[in-house]
């Protein structure tokens, strides 16, 4: 939220009280004054009823010394109570939020201070709290689809088979090895991106370069089956992460982009490069025409196109999924851009390592 700046917590509670002890002591100063200047008559009369007043000032003190006591606990209580009020909304929106109610948000009315700055802070943080669990909501559920999916084929094929004694059982066996298959696959890859989420993992100095290297030799029977051409080039690019966990987001990426490319004569180039703080690996592919929002939706989970569903080695819809995980668990940024051309640029950068210094 934009705020006019305005005065500090520390300045407006040291103002509020040097204001108060200024109003005090003037109030002080008049008591005495108004004992000090008051008709000797009265002071007689007075006597009569409080003989002790007029042998002894203290009384007159004391008076004085408690009636300022009381007005400063009054005064101090209504001072207290409006300064800390902003604090008390975030403290009952911190109670809200610990219900799981993240909707809620603070919204402080006034100028830029510590409190305000506090609530707007927390109100950001509740946003973000509010989409990462819809997020994770949202991949529960599609994960829990995506797993049940192979396990009503199963159940399917199974049924018919058994009320279908005759049944070829050779072609029900490839068929439940393939669901099966995907099945493991599938939760493999869960089982990954939860590796990455959580960053447990042993970091190491890596050459990037020859981690998109293994990457594209690996792969690369898939893309003669398919002829593509993938052109590699590019320098040593150092950096430090899991060796294992780099080598599956090279691989997605390289697997993407033979998957998603034109029919025949289409290419792929895997380069990488190094900057003064950073490595960058580069994945271009050919292929159709996208546009900027379909690109930026690719890297949500259990996104397939049709295409990519009637396809052998399609995956399970988390392979750029697990891309951005490795991504930001190594501290790097990914970026998806559609080419002008048709096809995709990935372009991956990650903090270059620490240059060696031997003794």
Not at 272 to 281: G, Q
Not at 282 to 294: I, K, S
Not at 330 to 335: E, I, P, V
Request: some cysteine; charged content about 20%; glycine content about 6%.
């Amino acid at each position: 939220m934009d705020r006019a700046p305005g005065m500090s917590v520390r300045l407006k509670l040291t103002l509020s009280y040097a204001g108060f002890l200024m109003f005090a002591g003037a109030l002080m100063l008049a008591a005495m004054w108004v004992f000090r200047y008051v008709p000797d008559a009265a002071i007689i009369a007075i006597g009569r009823f409080v003989p002790d007043l007029l042998r002894d000032p203290a009384p007159r003190a004391a008076a004085v010394l408690a009636f300022l006591l009381v007005f400063g606990l009054l005064g101090g209580w209504v001072l207290a109570g409006r300064m800390l009020a902003p604090l008390a909304r975030i403290t009952d929106a911190t109670r809200l939020a610990s219900t799981e109610s993240l909707s809620h948000r603070i919204e402080l009315e006034g100028r830029q201070d510590e409190f305000r700055e506090l609530a707007d802070s927390f109100d950001a943080m509740l946003a973000r709290l509010e989409a990462h669990v819809a997020e994770q909501r949202r991949f529960a559920a599609n994960a829990s689809h995506e797993l049940r999916t192979p396990l009503a084929i199963t159940r399917t094929m199974l049924d018919v088979a058994r009320n279908d004694p005759h049944r070829d059982t050779g072609e029900l066996v490839d068929r439940l090895r393939a669901v099966n298959t995907r099945a493991i696959d599938l939760t493999e890859a869960l089982l990954l991106l939860s590796r990455a989420d959580q960053r447990s993992f042993t970091r190491e100095q890596v050459d990037l370069s020859l981690i998109a290297e293994e990457a594209t030799e690996t792969l690369l029977p898939l893309a003669e089956k398919r002829g593509l051409a993938i052109e590699t080039a590019g320098d040593m690019a150092p950096t430090v992460g899991s060796h294992a966990l780099l080598l599956q987001l090279s691989t997605n990426l390289v697997h993407n982009a033979i998957v998603h490319n034109l029919p025949e004569q289409g290419t792929v180039w895997v380069t990488t490069s190094v900057h003064p703080k950073r490595v960058v690996l580069t994945v271009e592919n050919t292929g159709e025409q996208l546009t900027p929002q379909f690109v930026s939706t690719l890297v949500e989970p259990f996104l397939r196109g049709t295409e990519r569903i009637a396809t052998d080695h399609a995956g399970v819809g988390l392979g750029l999924a697990i891309v951005k995980s490795i991504t930001q668990a190594h501290d790097g940024t990914l970026t998806l851009t559609p080419r002008a051309a048709g096809g995709l640029c990935v372009t991956l950068q990650l903090p270059a390592a620490p240059p060696h210094t031997g003794r």
